[in-house]
């Protein structure tokens, strides 16, 4: 990802407005391997600066995805996740139990610009499914009974 200096003057350059809270999700962003949601970034930055919105959260995220110096990413919780790791190819690794995403590199044989059963390939999207160590190590044994059936109530039993 780019640095939160060259972010600003990138926002500069197109004509945005950087302020104090915008720095600081840009800052935020930074490194965060964790692929934090808009909420997750509103928590953290509403404890420093409680003069932010959800809103400011949002819309810098969105404008930094179209922008293409993060990603936005569905991985199948209840909300979107943002990458900020756009340099290299890869795939989510992300725990069933406690939602927590990581990259993980995989060969996958499906590259944009690729043409299947008459879809042009835009971006290829390959989540896994599983149990973090973790989680893992909470459930015990439970954790395979857990993954069989791929809900947490029969780790409860």
Known sequence: MKSPEELTDLFRATGRKVTPQRRRIFELLQGDGTHPSAEEIYRRLSAEMATVSLKTVYQTLGELASMGVILSVDVGTRSMRFDPNVETDHQHLLCARCEAVRDVVLSVEV????????????????????????????????????????????AAS
């Open 111 to 154: 590259a944009p610009g690729e043409v299947i059963d008459g879809y042009l390939v835009m971006r290829t999207d390959v989540v896994v499914k599983g149990l973090c160590p973790s989680c893992q190590a909470e459930l015990g044994e439970a954790a395979a009974r857990w993954t069989a059936s791929g809900s947490a109530r029969s």
